[in-house]
């Protein structure tokens, strides 16, 4: 049976995240894909809110909530309430965060150069069809195609709605 695009990025996403990690295991870290996009934003500037760090890393607001929980609790991060506001909270690396990022770096450095390798072997880049996608969902999302294309007789009351068109027109 032909994967379906669902199956198909779920299982690159393990391949990849799987060699990463793998990676950072053999460096002796111990640390997750996951925390990279946090962590390239605060080694380029001393704190973030999550809000920030959502954006500026491409994660949602939950999940770089989530991510940055885990790093607190990892030693990773601290949080602090803004001086400007103490209802902000920002986000920094520890001591044991920015001691990890000369290490980090390596294994980033490790990682471009494979995926550079990787987009060399493929007729297209992965990474500029990626792009692609990104951008296009980002115009119309892909609720909005799987709404459009649904078949005619699901659109108003799902199956009971196309059994009846199907009745009618058997008359």
């Not at 902000?88 to 390798?117: F, H, I, Y």
């Amino acid at each position: 049976m032909k994967k379906r695009l669902g199956t198909q990025l779920r299982h690159l996403i393990e391949v990849l995240d799987g060699a990463v990690e793998q990676a950072y295991v053999e460096a002796g870290l111990d640390y997750r894909p996951r925390y990279t996009p946090v962590m390239r934003v605060l080694a380029e500037q001393e704190s973030a809110t999550i809000g920030e760090l959502a954006a500026l890393g491409g994660l949602t607001q939950p999940a770089a909530t989530q991510t940055v929980a885990l790093m607190v609790r990892k030693g990773l991060l601290t949080i602090a309430a803004s001086g400007e506001d103490g209802r902000q909270r920002m986000v920094g690396l520890s001591a044991g965060g920015k001691a990890l990022l000369p290490r980090l770096r390596v294994c980033w450095q490790a990682t471009k150069a494979a995926a550079d390798s990787l987009d060399a072997d493929l007729a297209f880049p992965l990474s500029t069809c990626l792009d692609q996608a990104i951008a296009a969902l980002e115009k119309r999302p892909f609720g909005a195609r799987i709404r459009d294309a649904n078949l005619p007789g699901q659109r108003d009351d799902g199956p009971a709605d196309e059994l009846f068109t199907q009745l009618s027109n058997d008359q």
